[in-house]
């Protein structure tokens, strides 16, 4: 069992910065592909980005240039760094986590989700 806990979500404007952060805990967490995904209200919940435990990254088109994910393996913590925030960036993120090393962007191929925190741009 892995336990996920977001953070970092908040109102922000557009063009602004946030960096979410999610801390894992039990099953070692070096083992894991670690990804965010969102969801914003009567939309599917969609892949952002996701880290193997080697540090490959992968990013949607639409985030690609604007946000950075980065684990720390030694604080079981993985980071979304999301720059030039966009109002359609408004959404509840979720971090999500599955064993192995493949970077899925598809959200059923993870078996470990977080809560989600709030990410609101305002414009």
């Known amino acids: 069992q892995v336990q996920l806990v977001e953070s970092g979500g908040r109102l922000v404007q557009a063009g602004g910065s946030l960096r979410l952060s999610c801390a894992a805990s039990?099953?070692?967490?070096?083992?894991?592909?670690m990804g965010w995904f969102r969801q914003a209200p009567g939309k599917e919940r969609e892949f952002v980005s996701a880290v193997s435990w080697k540090g490959a990254t992968r990013h949607a088109d639409s985030v690609k240039g604007r946000f950075t994910i980065a684990r720390d393996n030694a604080k079981n913590t993985v980071y979304l760094q999301m720059n030039s925030l966009k109002p359609e960036d408004t959404a509840v993120y979720y971090c999500?986590?599955?064993?192995?090393?493949?970077?899925?962007?598809?959200?059923?191929?993870?078996?470990?989700w977080g809560q989600g925190t709030q990410v609101t741009v305002s414009s």
């Open positions: 039990g099953r070692t967490f070096t083992s894991t592909t």
């Open positions: 999500a986590a599955r064993s192995g090393l493949s970077l899925y962007s598809d959200y059923t191929e993870y078996d470990y």
